[in-house]
Structure formats: structure tokens, C-alpha cells
């Protein structure tokens, strides 16, 4: 019976993560060309990539046999879980939550601020004696990019301080100076500004439920080594409580299911001509796995 259940939630994030991959084949070239719907695009690609990685990591799955007897590793699905929700969150925070006159826009480019000081920030790291060895086309490629970074921050910051949400009574002079000058770890969480939602408060508004923000996030560390003991404190998955305490497998591979299933509805929002893909079994499929994790689903 065991075996059944796992097999059934492994197959069933199967089935998500390829609903998710054909409704990402039909993103037209006219929207990638639309800055915001390119970045949402490039967003729930991640986070189909993050539910194919969790099915590779199964010892039910096909992949995971074609390999051969590896061991299975919780912390790989905890890390991929994490990065699910924040992946979500951002995702609901930038394209899908109410934002005020200007502020949608003032959340994309605050993101791409972010990703571009985040990588100006890091060290170019020691290259080869281009004498001795010629650089790579990727080589050549990195560096390219690196030197059109400058350039690409000089264009968001004016973005950002054209922005009505950023000249806005919302923001002091001392949050306009911090944001235009800040490094990449107080841009995009706004340094502290109190108009930027906490964590919480994006799970709150996307319809989390409380516990996947504090306990499977906040904690996730304690998940992996208290394992029983956290798993008790999880009340929706409660059905599947027996055998996460031997194994630790299903309760974190029914969440991965859960959030793929919230950004694939969230995706259909965003990309309508994509809904075509949502079949009555596809909807039916979304909405049980969505339901684990969403506040408004039913209570077990």
C-alpha cells in the first residue's frame, strides 16, 4: 500500500511537470518580447525545472532505477521544496497579486535590479593566462555579459526613478536613496521598507497556508533532522504522516505537487491562451494538489 501512494504522488508530479512543460511550449515570440511576460515565463520555467528535478530524486521513479541504487536524499527534495515556494511567492508578488498605480512595474524592475547587482557583486574569479590557453565561447560569452551589466543597472535605476510608485508618498527620500544605491540583498527586499510584504505576507496573499510559509520554510532545516516530530505538527498532511516517518518521501513529494499545482494556475492567469492545456482531468489534477497547500482548500 505503501508503495502504491508513493508511486501514485510521483506519477502525479509526472503529469504536473508536464502539463507545466507543454504550457510553457506555447509562449508565442510576440509575448517573450513583452519584458514582463518573458520574466514570468523564465520564472515557472525554474520552477518546472525544480519539479523535474524532485521526480529524479524518487526511488519509484524511472529515472531514479535507470541510475541504479542511489541512495535517497531528503535534503535535495527540502532545498527543492524551499525553492519552490520562494520561487511561487516572487512569482505571485510580481505578476499575480493587486498592486497600486505603478507598483507592478516597480516590483519588476526592483527584481531585475536585483539579479543584476547580484551578479555584478560577484567575484569574476581567477581566468587562465590567456596566452597559454585561448578563452572558451563561453568564456567569451560570460565575460560579454559581464561588461554590458553596468549598463543594465544605469537603465533600471532611471526606470525606477521615473516610477510614480517610487517618487509615491509610500517612499521617504532616505528609501529612494537606499534602493538606487543599495546592493543586491536590501534592492529587492526593499531594505527593510515597510511597504515591502514580508514573507508571510506574500504566503498570506497568494492563499498559503500559514504553515508552508513558517514550518516548511522557516524551518526547513528542522523538517530534515526532526523529521517525525515536524511532520506531526502538519496537520494537512496528516494522511500521509505513517509513512513520512519511516521515510520522509511522500509528505515532501505532495508538496512539491502542491506548488507546482499553484504556479500552473497562476501561469494560466498570466498566459490565457495557455488554458487550452487545463483539461477537466488536468483541472481536476491541479486542484486536489493545490488544495494541500492553499488556504482555502478543504481541511482534512
Known sequence: MI?????SLVR?????TSLSFHMLKDVTMKQMEDEKLRYAAGLFKAIWLAGEAAIRTHPLSDYYCARGGETWNPVIIAVLNRFLIEAYLDFHHLFLDKAEDGEADFRLVMARLHGVRNLLERDAGPGDDPRS???SSEELYRDAVRESLPHKEGYYKERLAANPYFKGPRLTDRDRSRLLCGKHNSSFRYGGIKCQPDRKKKAERADLRPQIADELHGHLSDFLHAGPVVADQLPFFSARVAFARSSMID???ALCCGMVACAIGGFAAV???????????AQSLVHRYASL????????
Open 251 to 253: 509528505a515532501p513529494i
Open 293 to 300: 497547500v492553499t488556504a482555502g482548500g478543504p481541511t482534512p
Open 3 to 7: 508503495d502504491e501512494e508513493s508511486q
Open 271 to 281: 498566459f490565457p491562451n495557455c488554458k487550452h492545456h487545463l483539461t477537466d482531468q
Open 133 to 135: 590557453v585561448p578563452p
Open 12 to 16: 502525479d508530479l509526472e503529469e504536473l
